[in-house]
């Protein structure tokens, strides 16, 4: 280094480079920290996504094996307890044609048991319909919608309109099944819950999606306020749809009903060709 007049001597030069060094040192630290921090938030957020991932897929899976399993009992029903029970019906009428005919009380009993054998088997009729319905494979969904909505309103002595737009004909199963099971669950609340006296579903397919709605005249409620405390139907249901890449709304006020709705893209509801 120059001595005299050179503008800086060794001392002040080393003097200038140690400042440097704590200004560095001061500057990259907080850099250091935040680089640690913000890689440590990139991987939560992946393992978050991960366990999202995860528990989508389960969700999933356990809606498959809901499904399988209530098929499976719906057709224990039908065809194993339902044919029993006709089976006894039978045999009752069978018996009171045998019973002496001026015993009037022994025939009056075998007429009620046999009209209570009746009855429990047309239960057992409407809830194997009702945990898998035989109408979505055969009629599809728009007539096992329509079919649903008579029961309902036949049930519950209640108005339900309903209404289909469009054609149906290709929806794969999985999207049939989920919109019924929103249908069910839409109506089971409004009739349980709202005080409705009329309902109205509306089916629509267009040229991107199918759309099933679900409205009511009943109490309503502050949608908002509620958001964090919905039924574990509504949870399930809205799991389902979301595994099926649609989106289930919501749209409610005190006093004004309730709207559910339905969307799942065209592309994922159709069967492949």
């Known amino acids: 280094m120059l001595h005299g007049n050179a503008l800086f001597s060794d001392g002040v030069l080393t003097g200038h480079l140690f400042h440097l060094q704590l200004f560095i040192f001061a500057v990259a ?24 991932a995860r528990i989508s897929e389960l969700a999933t899976r356990l809606i498959t094996a809901q499904e399988t399993e209530r098929s499976r009992i719906a057709r224990d029903l039908h065809d194993d307890l339902s044919q029993q029970l006709a089976a006894i019906s039978i045999a009752l009428s069978n018996l009171k044609q045998h019973l002496i005919a001026g015993d009037k009380n022994s025939t009056d009993e075998v007429t009620q048991v046999q009209a209570q054998a009746i009855e429990l088997a047309n239960t057992m009729r409407k809830l194997s319909h009702e945990l898998h319905p035989s109408a979505l ?31 149906f004909t290709r929806i794969n199963p999985d999207t049939s099944i989920c919109l019924y099971r929103a249908a069910q669950e839409a109506m089971r609340n409004s009739i349980t819950h709202s005080n409705a006296t009329s309902i ?7 040229p991107t999606q199918i759309e099933l709605s679900i409205a009511d005249n009943g109490d309503g409620f502050d949608a908002e306020a509620q958001r964090e405390s919905r039924g574990l139907g509504l949870i399930s249901l809205e799991e389902r749809i979301r595994s099926l890449g649609g989106v289930l709304t919501v749209e409610s006020k005190i006093s004004c009903g309730t709207r559910l ?7 994922l509801a159709v069967a492949a060709a």
């Open 29 to 52: 630290a907080p850099l250091i920290v935040l680089s640690c921090m913000l890689e440590e938030r990139r991987a939560i957020a992946l393992a978050l996504q991960e366990g999202n």
């Open 137 to 167: 494979r055969h009629a599809g969904i728009n007539e096992a919608l329509r079919g649903l909505c008579k029961e309902f309103g036949v049930r519950h002595k209640m108005k339900i309109n309903f209404a289909a737009h469009g054609q």
């Open 200 to 206: 109205r579903v509306r089916i629509t397919s267009t």
């Open 261 to 267: 709705t339905t969307r799942i893209p065209l592309a």
